[in-house]
T-cell receptor, first 115, second 109 residues
C-alpha cells in the first residue's frame, strides 16, 4: 500500500529539548516536504527536498532542520523547540514535476506540544 | 496578496443541495491544480485533480478558468459525509505546492 508514515503521532515536550519527527514514504517519490498547520493559517511549508541531499527552505524554516540522506526518509529536526512551534505537522511526498500526476500524499500528522 | 485564496466559509448546505466555491491563484504559470479534502485535524486527502477541460467524479465537478485564474468545485446532492474543509492546491512548477487556507463545508440534515 502506498503510504507516507510519520512518527510519532503525538508528542509533548519541553522547551529546548531536541526532537526528531520521522517521515518515510514507499512510493519512490523524489519530492518530499514538511508543513505545519495552525488555525486560520492553513498549511505552511517548512522545508522541502527535490531529491537525495537536495533540500531547501520553505516559507517558515526558522527553528527547523531537515536532512535527506535516503530517498524514502525525510526527518524533521527541532534542535531547541519553543512553544511557538506547537502545531500540527504533516509530511508529504509526490513525484517531481508539474503535471497532473504530481498529487501529494500526506502522512497522518504529528501533533506537537511544546511546554 | 496570498498566492492562493479561498473563501473560508463556512458554507452551510442542506442535505441534498448543491454547493459551489472557488479558489483564485496569482501565478499565471501554474501548471496543475488539485482539490483536497481535510477532515478535522487529519491529513489532507486528494479529492480530485483539475483538468483544463474540467472534470467530474461522481457528485463532484471541478473546473479551471485560466483566463481569470481560478478553479472551482461543485458538489451535487450533498451528503452529511461531505462536511469537511476543502483545500485548493496549485502546483506552480519546479518547487512547491501552494495551498489555500481551505473552505469549510457543513452539510446539515
Amino acid at each position: 500500500e502506498a503510504q507516507v508514515t510519520q512518527n510519532p503521532r503525538y508528542l509533548i515536550t519541553v522547551t529546548g529539548k531536541k526532537l526528531t519527527v520521522t517521515c518515510s514514504q514507499n512510493m519512490n517519490h523524489e519530492y518530499m516536504s514538511w508543513y505545519r498547520q495552525d488555525p486560520g493559517l492553513g498549511l505552511r511549508q517548512i522545508y522541502y527536498s527535490m531529491n537525495v541531499e537536495v533540500t531547501d527552505k520553505g516559507d517558515v524554516p526558522e527553528g527547523y532542520k531537515v536532512s535527506r540522506k535516503e530517498k524514502r526518509n525525510f526527518p524533521l529536526i527541532l534542535e531547541s523547540p519553543s512553544p511557538n512551534q506547537t502545531s500540527l505537522y504533516f509530511c508529504a511526498s509526490r513525484r517531481q514535476g508539474a503535471g497532473v500526476n504530481t498529487e501529494a500524499f500526506f502522512g497522518q500528522g504529528t501533533r506537537l506540544t511544546v511546554v | 496578496r496570498k498566492e492562493v485564496e479561498q473563501d473560508p466559509g463556512p458554507f452551510n448546505v442542506p442535505e441534498g443541495a448543491t454547493v459551489a466555491f472557488n479558489c483564485t491563484y496569482s501565478n499565471s504559470a501554474s501548471q496543475s491544480f488539485f482539490w483536497y479534502r481535510q477532515d478535522c485535524r487529519k491529513e489532507p486527502k486528494l479529492l480530485m485533480s483539475v483538468y483544463s477541460s474540467g472534470n467530474e467524479d461522481g457528485r463532484f465537478t471541478a473546473q479551471l478558468n485560466r483566463a481569470s485564474q481560478y478553479i472551482s468545485l461543485l458538489i451535487r446532492d450533498s451528503k452529511l459525509s461531505d462536511s469537511a474543509t476543502y483545500l485548493c492546491v496549485v502546483n506552480g512548477g519546479w518547487g512547491k505546492f501552494q495551498f489555500g487556507a481551505g473552505t469549510q463545508v457543513v452539510v446539515t440534515p
